[in-house]
């Protein structure tokens, strides 16, 4: 039974000094790990360069020894080269997986490589790499399950899927991919979040009067969850504080 917190490492933007950006952003992950069992990392978020979040994770494992750290990769513009070195990098450092995905199109001007998330996954299991850590795909809300099929041929570890807003989504996916492990995305309802709700098409309405109730729900079909929340982090924190999800 996991909570998890994803967080976005911050921004690389002229002028900011990184390593205090770092250095706050490891603070409010400390602060926030105390409520959940583990932290998702994630990298440049919507094509924008974020620092990374190995040298992020790795931070937090030299402070939080024992908080268990998936990050994301994005393949969009790594070469093989760069999809091993970064792999065995979170291997080195102990993180327990990694969401293989396309990314968003770069902001900074890298070229697409080619990449793709799940031939990287198959390729990374031929190589042993599933004894060593867990490699998870993205997955939509709603999908058609028959254009899934590279990704469940390829036997990820499991899914980690875009934001749902009800359980029915959550226990459809459940129920047509029986053998994976399933971590839904839940959005935490807040007016400061409003944007990003309209963005990903999510409704508040259905569920924002007793979030509580519904990350139950989820957490109950698949016994884990990842709680999003780019824009309100005392806000989650303070749900995460007084709630018992799990």
Same mark, same amino acid.
């Given at each position: 039974?996991?909570?998890?917190?994803?967080?976005?490492?911050?921004?690389?933007?002229?002028?900011?000094?990184?390593?205090?950006?770092?250095?706050?952003?490891?603070?409010?992950?400390?602060?926030?790990?105390?409520?959940?069992?583990?932290?998702?990392?994630?990298?440049?978020?919507?094509?924008?360069?974020?620092?990374?979040?190995?040298?992020?994770?790795?931070?937090?494992?030299?402070?939080?020894?024992?908080?268990?750290?998936?990050?994301?990769?994005?393949?969009?513009?790594?070469?093989?080269?760069?999809?091993?070195?970064?792999?065995?990098?979170?291997?080195?450092?102990?993180?327990?997986?990694?969401?293989?995905?396309?990314?968003?199109?770069?902001?900074?001007?890298?070229?697409?490589?080619?990449?793709?998330?799940?031939?990287?996954?198959?390729?990374?299991?031929?190589?042993?790499?599933?004894?060593?850590?867990?490699?998870?795909?993205?997955?939509?809300?709603?999908?058609?399950?028959?254009?899934?099929?590279?990704?469940?041929?390829?036997?990820?570890?499991?899914?980690?899927?875009?934001? $749902?807003? &009800?359980?029915?989504?959550?226990?459809? =996916? !459940?129920?047509? +991919?029986?053998?994976?492990? @399933?971590?839904?995305?839940?959005?935490?309802?807040?007016?400061?979040?409003?944007?990003?709700?309209?963005?990903?098409?999510?409704?508040?309405?259905?569920?924002?009067?007793?979030?509580?109730?519904?990350?139950?729900?989820?957490?109950?079909?698949?016994?884990?969850?990842? $709680?999003? &929340?780019?824009?309100?982090?005392?806000? =989650? !924190?303070?749900? +995460?504080?007084?709630?018992? @999800?799990?």
């Amino acid at each position: 039974m996991t909570v998890r917190y994803e967080a976005n490492p911050p921004k690389i933007i002229p002028g900011i000094d990184l390593e205090y950006s770092l250095s706050e952003f490891i603070k409010k992950i400390k602060s926030i790990s105390a409520s959940c069992d583990a932290v998702h990392l994630t990298e440049d978020v919507l094509g924008f360069q974020r620092i990374s979040p190995i040298k992020a994770g790795k931070m937090l494992k030299d402070e939080i020894p024992n908080l268990p750290i998936t990050v994301s990769m994005r393949v969009r513009d790594k070469t093989t080269a760069q999809i091993q070195e970064f792999v065995d990098e979170c291997v080195d450092i102990g993180f327990s997986g990694i969401l293989v995905l396309m990314g968003d199109p770069s902001q900074y001007g890298k070229p697409d490589s080619g990449e793709i998330p799940s031939a990287t996954v198959s390729r990374l299991y031929s190589q042993d790499m599933r004894t060593k850590i867990n490699l998870y795909l993205s997955v939509p809300n709603n999908p058609n399950f028959e254009k899934l099929v590279k990704k469940i041929d390829s036997k990820p570890k499991g899914f980690i899927t875009q934001v $749902v807003q &009800s359980a029915e989504q959550v226990q459809n =996916l !459940r129920d047509k +991919l029986p053998e994976f492990t @399933i971590i839904p995305i839940i959005l935490f309802p807040s007016e400061k979040n409003l944007k990003s709700a309209k963005f990903l098409n999510i409704d508040f309405a259905t569920y924002e009067n007793d979030f509580e109730n519904f990350a139950k729900i989820i957490h109950g079909i698949t016994g884990d969850i990842l $709680v999003t &929340s780019p824009n309100d982090f005392h806000g =989650l !924190r303070k749900f +995460l504080e007084d709630s018992k @999800i799990s």
